[in-house]
């Protein structure tokens, strides 16, 4: 994922407040047809469920979803947007997706930003010799040739930053002019000395100056240092840079649908990564369980009524990037898609789903998850999440997304600890699983999902 | 630490079948006096420990131990055998230590490894490229000029890798003659790409080749590559290299007894720490709480009746060189040596005392513990443990270690992330008030522990 966004903190507010506006109205009609029918429509699906949680969980599909994970990220590594790993990855997974013997697998043509980061250092020479892990953040400019000396009579500090959330601001009113570079403390509760990197955006018309990300470790230190009143000083060298943006595709595969194959329920993550670690959780784990979705489905030889589209995106890092191009492109047919589900928020031990949606929807889905009791994962939470799918939930669509225990999650996050070593194959059998039976049954009801 | 040793397993065994054996005929008598009467002089104890724990933990020596460790680490940093850092390290203490009031503060010359990393790093080029964070090992020797690649013909795995205890022995029938290099997967239940660096000796007669650790992700990785039939090249290179021993000093200070100076409680941690993050847990903590126990004390005006001695170690790292110098230079006075104790295991939240002496002894260590109960510390455990005590130990010297939360030790243990943010100071507040009572109290009893 990008990052969490504080704009969505408000969103989150308004879609709870809804919720509790509708909870003593509770839906009677789903559509067109009462809902104790489509209640009793969806308890019918108890069986199917239970054969696709039984082959993704104990048989032969059994660790397929995290195998698959092992050797995309194995053979390929961290794969950030405009860079030829993506390349890599496109063509890897464009080419296991028709080996697959999936349907209609195609690449969808997104121009992408195209950063490269380029040697980068950080060197303390005042109180004492000491050398930084730094990650510079996507889109800063380099430091002036031969790095530049920074000293804390520039430092302002940052209010509170454990609770800032994960996008940092600049602070009002600090004279822009006087700072040759700014040094953010990575946001994560817990550290092995380990920077985090992420997307960053210069507002307009400000000088550039160069961004980069220190670990906690080190910022506390020179917290420390600063108290004590001792002079700070950091040779700072960064020599990233911005190119054209460059070609990219997302990636798209399907079951088309039996009866209403120009109606949607979308799957989706994205095969881009930062350029550290393997992209493994962040997010590899989300693309690979919406493959395994449908080739689970594929295997016990289901085709639902409408169409499952499974979508790689390209430059999720970058803002959403690949997904903002394919909701311009694909917007016109917005009464079509009835689902759009992301995974972006690890692929660990899954708790259930979250949902924006309308009330009658929302009741809706949670007959569904009902029937992923055979694993436990019922729950339905609020708040769809995924920069990817926002823009189709603030359309009205309904969007969803896969809820897990993630505790740990920004322990990882964008640092180089972001590998196969986080990823259990267990938690991703069960991922798949309710992955698939969630897309299965939505796409296979007789009506679509009511907005 | 240096790390565990695999043989101490052994001890511990030993130790606790001792100790069992014990257990029916419980001691009556701790030396020349009944035991009943020892344990009631220990009880009135109970309002001069409820002073020390007051002051440490509540009153105007709150945090200072923290706050010490964190000016000593974040001026000096880290501080391995034979660097400068090190000698800055031991005048920063001598100087401090006097300042504090502290007697009979001096330094004893001892001589210690002086091994220098140099310039590392592994690049995986088969079967893709890929930046490796790695860490030699203490005392390995260089790679030829300009790195050598090693391909995974040689690599012979060794069984699991979780099991072997923190001491890793080259498995035997190795065609060593065939290795160019090894690559350890650092033995941490947990990592965030963070590899581990420690001390190796070359066994006499075999040919010296370079020794690293890698992390547990890319470990991790290549097995799984080499699972799937991969051909694995690494090009590593490492400039270290070793000097001849170099001058260095353990550094003591005192309050010297009222009515037998000669009669020595000695507390230790080591000064020296691995050339990476700060230090701090290993064994800065240790370091400092052994430097606070007597600073307590002496703001109290407590003189007990023997001589309270903080010994700081130097070079432990290697093999307690420091510690094994020591005791060569003053076992002439064994006799008087009446308990030594090491704090070497972290300074987290503290869980009592681990203690190696007769069952005699460990009575009367049972009841000085209980003067603890006001800080919920009362337990003693077997097993007093450290390298730099375990000479004293042997030769039948009671023992004790400090005994904590240490779930985590092995997280940061000899990396990057070994740093003041691992270090809280209401821990060290506990710790210091324990390590304050336990070596006051035992040094002013009537009588020495029996052995």
């Known amino acids: 994922m990008q990052g969490r966004q504080i704009k969505q903190c408000g969103l989150f507010s308004l879609t709870l407040l809804a919720t509790f506006l509708h909870c003593s109205c509770l839906p009677h ?3 067109g047809k009462p809902f104790p029918e489509t209640a009793e429509e969806i308890a019918s699906y108890t069986k199917v469920a239970k054969s696709i949680i039984d082959l993704a969980v104990y048989g032969n599909a059994q660790n397929r979803s995290y195998e698959r994970l092992a050797d995309f990220t194995d053979t390929i590594g961290n794969r950030v947007s405009g860079s030829k790993n993506l390349d890599l990855a496109i063509k890897y997974m464009f080419s296991a997706l028709r080996k697959d013997g999936l349907e209609n697998v195609h690449l969808e043509p997104v121009k992408i930003p195209h950063w490269v980061r380029g040697e980068e250092s950080a060197m303390m020479l005042q109180p004492r010799n000491h050398t930084m892990a730094i990650l510079g953040l996507g889109s800063s400019v380099a430091t002036p040739q031969g790095g530049r000396p920074m000293g804390n009579s520039m430092a302002y500090p940052w209010p509170n930053p454990n609770d800032a959330g994960p996008i940092v601001r600049c602070p009002m009113g600090l004279p822009i002019t006087a700072v040759w570079a700014t040094l953010i403390r990575s946001i994560t509760p817990f550290s092995i000395n380990s920077p985090h990197t992420g997307w960053q955006d210069y507002q307009e018309g400000v000088q550039k100056i160069p961004t980069a990300c220190i670990t906690v470790e080190d910022a506390m230190m020179m917290a420390r240092m600063a108290k004590r009143g001792q002079r700070i000083v950091v040779r700072l060298t960064m020599n990233a840079q911005t190119f054209p943006d460059a070609d990219s595709f997302n990636t798209v595969a399907e079951i088309i649908g039996s009866e209403h194959p120009e109606q949607v329920v979308l799957l989706s993550g994205h095969l881009d990564s930062w350029d550290v670690g393997q992209g493994a959780m962040d997010d590899g ?8 979705a449908l080739s689970l489905l594929k295997d016990l030889g289901l085709r639902p009524r409408r169409t499952l589209r499974t979508v790689l995106w390209s430059a999720e890092e970058q803002g ?3 997904a903002q191009q394919y909701f311009q492109l694909h917007k016109v047919n917005i009464s079509n898609f009835n689902l759009v589900m992301e995974s972006d ?3 660990f031990s899954p708790l259930g789903l979250q949902f924006t949606g309308s009330a009658q929807a929302r009741a809706v889905m949670a007959e569904v ?4 009791k055979p694993i436990n994962t019922t729950t339905l939470e609020e708040h769809g999440e995924g920069i990817d799918i926002e823009m189709w939930m603030d359309a009205g669509v309904p969007g969803a997304s896969l809820h897990v225990a ?3 999650y920004f322990w990882f996050h964008h640092t180089n600890g972001d590998t196969m070593s986080v990823q259990s194959p267990i938690e991703m059998n069960l991922c798949s699983a309710l992955w698939a039976v969630v897309a299965y049954v939505v796409a296979d009801l007789e009506e679509m999902l009511p907005r």
């Open 320 to 322: 959403g990037v690949g």
């Open 29 to 31: 009609s789903t559509g």
């Open 285 to 292: 784990g989300g693309a690979l369980i919406s493959w395994e």
């Open 369 to 372: 998850m009902k029937l992923l």
């Open 406 to 408: 993630d505790s740990r």
């Open 345 to 347: 928020l690890g692929t």
